[in-house]
């Protein structure tokens, strides 16, 4: 599923996002209050991270703005600020949460969690995605093709959620190290190469027709089951 992280201070969005993608989450990051409404417009996101002191536009005016065009869309708002007249404004306007920083990752984690299991289904938006014969279902983290069930790790899991999102679309290596490692990540790297062997491979031994074509000097892209 995909959360969308809104937070200006580097060092704390870079963290949430290599833990959650680490979860199997896909992860989009703003870092400005006013651009945030935008990039909620173009990821669509499950869930959205909201810091409370932002540039450009605060966490406040930013809940405003979000709840008149996604009112069931789940808010966490993190902040730095403990005050109780804070926490009521923030749930008040319709946070659906609110953590005070420091807070530890394992419980932000199952917050999250929570919360995207009580979200109801809102418009067009599934909560699995269908390539062919295979089957990922983002709630109960499982995958299926062909033969059966396939065990997968957090990242292969977040690596073919990530494909299956942008179907027929090329994606070249530094997109998919963005999307599914996060921007630290080296690009010199070859673990998307690396992680897409091992995805065919499990896919392939649960009898899958291998889907995941490699564009040349491009990238990789979820081809049409044939």
């Avoid at 983002?138 to 069930?149: C, D, H, I, M």
């Avoid at 179907?167 to 673990?191: A, C, H, M």
Wanted: aromatic share 6%; hydrophobic share 45%; net charge neutral.
């Amino acid at each position: 599923m995909m959360i969308l992280i809104v937070e200006d201070e580097k060092l704390i969005s870079s963290f949430l996002a290599k833990g959650l993608r680490a979860e199997g989450y896909a992860v989009e990051i703003v870092d400005r209050g006013d651009t945030a409404i935008d990039r909620v417009r173009q990821v669509e996101p499950d869930l959205v991270l909201l810091d409370v002191l932002l540039p450009g536009a605060d966490g406040f005016e930013v809940l405003g703005q979000l709840r008149a065009i996604e009112p069931d869309l789940p808010v966490i708002m993190l902040t730095a600020r403990g005050d109780v007249d804070d926490r009521v404004r923030g749930l008040d306007m319709g946070a659906t949460d609110y953590m005070v920083k420091p807070f530890a990752f394992a419980e932000l984690t199952a917050r999250i969690r929570g919360h995207l299991r009580n979200t109801t289904t809102r418009g067009p938006r599934a909560d699995s995605l269908e390539a062919g014969p295979l089957h990922l279902d983002l709630l109960t983290r499982e995958v299926s093709a062909g033969n059966g069930p396939v065990a997968l790790s957090a990242r292969e899991f977040a690596l073919l959620a990530y494909l299956m999102r942008h179907p027929g679309q090329v994606l070249s290596r530094q997109q998919i190290l963005d999307g599914v490692w996060g921007y630290t990540f080296d690009p010199r790297s070859n673990i998307v190469d690396v992680y897409v062997r091992y995805l065919r491979k499990k896919l392939a031994a649960a009898g899958a027709p291998d889907l995941l074509a490699t564009v040349r000097g491009m990238g990789y892209r979820l081809a049409p089951a044939r």
